[in-house]
């Protein structure tokens, strides 16, 4: 991997760890919606290690593909991880952070909240599928689900506040923007709304549901807000002076958003039924599909118009596959992949299944299965090539790199 790039790194690298991490919690979605957990809202290892025992062929198969998956993600989010804070230690040195600090990219500094996030998130899942014995316990685990939650969110809510700051006062060009990059910000406050839920879901002393709601709701509210700013902010932007080509990723920076958004509702919704007593939590509704449905077709929308751009102005050809021009922007794109394999996931099992429209472990649930499956596995190809061709010794930058500190 190339070190010490200096002024060439970018906050945005950390959206490299990022798309990993979501891999990591994807592969999970395997024991969230294929094994039968009845006793926990969650999947467990113990409920995991019984499905295994008493599964076929296909739900063994299907376990051991999550187990190494998610566990493989994992450990690259975490190499990645550590490497981005090393550089970005490094770069904060440097004059080139200082000219950000000044620009539109000191939004691109909410990268690293939104990784944050993306780490509790992982590591959280992965000990529930690990580590045995640790539902016993998660009662008295989640209170420092908030803390950890409320740090990130804290975070992100100082480097918000900076640039708002800035930027009301006269100090946001919008003939540099070019893109829908702003929406990073709404992503990173996102991720910390659906961090907020996992406890306010999990939780029975209601007043962990109840902080684990307000704390969703907050950051829900203030993504939303964000999201509708800088969505027009951008619109009129590439209305006025043109999509910059590289920042033609930043077109489904949407996508994800929208997954975050749906499951922290999910998770509310499982919230609330705590509190209320409104019977079985597991219990699905039309509702619940149809809103599951208008942000899966929200998802396609943003896609299908970030598609036909790229392919048109060939940011693919120039930034994805070749290795002789780098954009860290191009990262973005695995964050779109990552929301809709998993937000698929939940369309069908939550939506279609405990509705009654697809019979489970059907052929039908099988075949419409198959279509999450394979943005995931297109999504994977697309996270190692960026890496291979933007960050691995093999890419022109890291040669360039290696020949200024021989020169």
């Known amino acids: ?55 076929d062929a296909v739900m063994r198969a299907v376990i051991v593909v999550g ?35 000044k620009s539109n990219a000191e939004v691109t500094l909410m990268a690293i909240p939104l990784t944050l996030g993306m780490t509790i998130n992982g590591a959280f899942v992965a000990a529930l599928a690990l580590v045995p014995g640790l539902w016993g316990i998660i009662q008295a685990l989640l209170p420092l689900a908030l803390l950890a939650y409320g740090a990130v969110g804290g975070l992100a809510l100082v480097i ?43 939780a029975s002393h209601p007043l962990v549901v109840l902080l684990g709601l307000w704390g969703s709701m907050l950051f829900g509210f203030i993504s939303a807000l964000l999201f509708g700013v800088f969505l027009v902010a951008g619109v009129m932007s590439i209305m006025r002076y043109g999509l910059a080509l590289q920042n033609s ?7 994800p958003v929208l997954t975050l958004w749906s499951i922290t509702v999910l998770r509310d919704r499982h919230g609330m039924q705590t509190l209320i007593d409104a019977g079985p939590a597991s219990q699905s509704s039309i509702a619940v599909l149809l809103f599951l449905s208008a942000m899966i077709l929200a998802q396609v929308a943003f896609l299908g118009l ?15 596959t070749s290795r002789e021009e780098i954009s860290p922007v191009a990262f973005t794109l695995v964050c779109p992949g990552v929301g809709l394999s998993v937000l698929s996931m939940f369309f069908i ?13 059907s052929g039908l649930h099988y075949a419409l299965l198959l279509g999450p499956t394979a943005v995931a596995a297109a999504t994977l190809w697309l996270a190692f090539t960026l890496f291979r061709n933007q960050l691995s010794p093999a890419s022109k930058f890291a040669q360039e790199q290696k020949e200024l500190v021989n020169a």
């Open 160 to 202: 918000m506040s900076a640039y708002l700051r800035r930027i009301i006062a006269g100090g946001f060009s919008f003939e540099a923007n070019g893109g829908l990059n702003q929406l990073l910000a709404a992503f990173a406050m996102s991720m910390v709304a659906v961090g907020f839920g996992a406890p306010a879901a999990m």
């Open 1 to 55: 991997m190339i070190r010490n790039l200096g002024e060439k790194y970018s906050p945005l690298y950390f959206l490299a760890a990022l798309g990993f991490g979501g891999m990591a919690v994807f592969f999970f979605m395997a024991f969230m919606h294929i094994t039968p957990h009845p006793e926990t809202p969650m999947p467990t290892f113990e409920s995991i290690t019984a499905a295994y025992a008493a599964g």
């Open 249 to 255: 990723a930043t077109l489904w920076l949407a996508v």
């Open 306 to 320: 970030g598609w036909v751009v790229m392919s048109a102005n060939g940011f693919f050809r120039r930034f994805v």
């Open 349 to 361: 099992n939550v939506g279609l299944v405990q509705n009654g429209l697809v019979e489970k472990f």
């Open 67 to 101: 187990y190494v998956g998610m566990i493989a993600m994992l450990a690259i989010h975490l190499t990645l991880l550590v490497w981005n804070f090393r550089e970005f230690r490094a770069f904060q040195h440097t004059a080139a952070y200082q000219a950000l600090k």
